[in-house]
Nanobody
Framework: QVQLVESGGGLVQAGGSLRLSCAASGRTFSMYTMAWFRQAPGKEREFVAAITWNGGFTYYADSVKGRFTISRDNAKNTVSLQMDSLKPEDTAVYYC????????????????WGKGTLVTVSS
């Protein structure tokens, strides 16, 4: 059974940094694209960043480009999201997700999700 467990959320002031981590199990992690999504109060869940199975390519939403960095460690089955220059509008629950099939990138095709970790950015 695939499990994704996020950690690292918390309260931070605007301009600060946080690093989120996602621990994955139950799948050959190194074969799958991983992604981060977020959902702010009263809004739909939105894509934040993705990284291909070997870390060769990364993708970012325009709203976080240049501020957030996604990375992965296939030896440890973890994917991380380094968030710098945080803004109040980054406040959301952040979710880790895995693509539904190996060796592809389909942001709309994520099939397993973690329970999320809350990030709150105060102004």
């Amino acid at each position: 059974q695939v499990q994704l467990v996020e950690s690292g959320g918390g309260l931070v002031q605007a301009g600060g940094s946080l690093r989120l981590s996602c621990a994955a199990s139950g799948r050959t992690f190194s074969m799958y694209t991983m992604a981060w999504f977020r959902q702010a109060p009263g809004k739909e869940r939105e894509f934040v960043a993705a990284i291909t199975w070997n870390g060769g390519f990364t993708y970012y939403a325009d709203s976080v480009k240049g501020r957030f960095t996604i990375s992965r460690d296939n030896a440890k089955n973890t994917v991380s999201l380094q968030m710098d220059s945080l803004k109040p509008e980054d406040t959301a629950v952040y979710y880790c997700a895995t693509d539904s099939a190996p060796f592809k990138v389909d942001i709309r095709g994520m099939d397993y999700w973690g329970k999320g970790t809350l990030v709150t950015v105060s102004s």
